[in-house]
């Protein structure tokens, strides 16, 4: 059955999503159902912008949504068809080419009210970024690629433990102004490189009526069911800005209402019975958890803690069906990477044996023997 009549169904007879069916949703407009052929740049485009503060563990965020490998998703991230940057909320997220300029203008004034403050603690009005700025253009101009130590002692800034904040803050400020991104990994080290010589600038510009209603879309095709508070949380807008992104969109979008709530999700996709057991072993602040204010509908609130922590840390997890049952942990070694996990409740060993199957995915990834303790 159609989602479009689903949904009809669940309003017209005051039916309730139940969680587990959220959950099962969410699995597939997330791309975790691999049911065709995406590369790691359509993942990346198909989710908007995906949280990205634990390089490898965002890697594999991509990874464990196409049959792409580790090497594979490096080298879109190096040649530039993804973009690592500081965009929506204060944090690193991972971004398509496609859509860098756009949502960089949107979300950036936002976002630099943080990294203003920050700097103002240091004495650095806007005047004085500007001039840093310029200096960084000057020394990245011509592809040059660098580390941020390498910048800052460029610009004469001193590594220290006080100074440490003060040259965060001063390359979030560049990439929010659209001046630098990530450059190519340099040996295991991340560097920054100047985001037009990166990605040409499109000649097609929003206003930020549109922009926000794009972004908006985006989100709920990608991560629906979702609430407006789910969407206000992942975009870093306040409540009040993203209702009016989705009543821009409401015409094109279905959504269901769940004790005076609406959960609002795109067309493409399937009725709940359609869905097939699965098992997934998912990164650190992988989209299936930070992306929604509320995350009761896949993890038990007693289960919680376990998995995230109040200051926002949070560990790679194991998704049966749709509910975190577990967390683990892996350490690469030279010939194989080792893999713990730290079940909720007790498990049987012959449905760990079923559960330990899901990890084939992330040995493929990686291209090394995966050992299991």
């Excluded at 993942?43 to 965002?58: E, W």
């Excluded at 806007?126 to 990245?140: T, V």
């Excluded at 057991?277 to 990164?283: I, N, T, W, Y």
């Excluded at 990477?337 to 199957?357: H, L």
Aim: charged letters at 25%; a neutral charge.
């Amino acid at each position: 059955m159609p989602i479009k009549k689903l949904a009809n169904l669940y309003n017209l007879y005051g039916l309730k999503m139940t969680n587990q069916e959220i959950a099962y949703h969410r699995l597939a407009s997330q791309k975790l159902y691999k049911t065709s052929h995406c590369s790691p740049q359509e993942i990346v485009r198909h989710l908007g912008a995906m949280q990205a503060q634990d390089y490898a563990m965002s890697k594999w965020a991509i990874g464990s949504r196409c049959d792409a490998s580790e090497k594979a998703i490096e080298e879109a991230i190096n040649s530039g068809e993804i973009i690592r940057t500081h965009i929506l909320r204060p944090t690193w997220h991972l971004v398509s080419s496609d859509d860098i300029y756009w949502m960089l203008a949107l979300s950036a004034p936002q976002v630099k009210k943080f990294t203003a403050s920050a700097a103002k603690k240091y004495d650095y009005d806007a005047k004085k970024l500007d001039a840093i700025n310029a200096s960084i253009e000057k020394l990245l101009a011509g592809n040059n690629h660098f580390t941020r130590d390498e910048i800052m002692q460029e610009l004469g800034i001193k590594k220290s433990s006080g100074q440490e904040f003060l040259s965060a803050a001063i390359m979030m400020n560049a990439e929010l102004d659209g001046l630098v991104c990530n450059g190519k990994m340099k040996g295991k080290q991340i560097t920054y490189a100047l985001l037009e010589e990166r990605v040409s600038k499109p000649k097609t510009t929003y206003t930020k009526e549109e922009a926000l209603a794009k972004l908006a879309k985006r989100y709920f095709e990608s991560h629906g069911p979702a609430t407006l508070l789910d969407f206000s949380w992942w975009s870093g807008f306040p409540p009040t800005t993203a209702k009016l992104a989705v009543h821009a969109i409401e015409s094109e979008l279905n959504s269901v209402e769940i004790d005076n709530q609406k959960y609002w999700f795109g067309s493409a996709v399937s009725n709940v019975s359609n869905f097939r057991e699965s098992v997934h072993f998912l990164p650190a602040f992988d989209e299936i958890l930070i992306s929604y204010k509320n995350r009761e509908a896949s993890i038990l609130l007693e289960h919680q803690p376990k998995a995230f922590t109040n200051n926002g840390i949070f560990k790679p997890i194991i998704v049966e069906n749709g509910k975190v049952i577990g967390t683990w942990k892996r350490t690469i070694k030279k010939d194989h990477a080792k893999i713990e996990t730290d079940f909720f409740g007790e498990t049987p060993e012959s449905q760990k044996t079923v559960i330990f199957e899901a990890i084939n995915s992330f040995e493929n990834y990686l291209e090394t023997k995966i050992v299991i303790e």
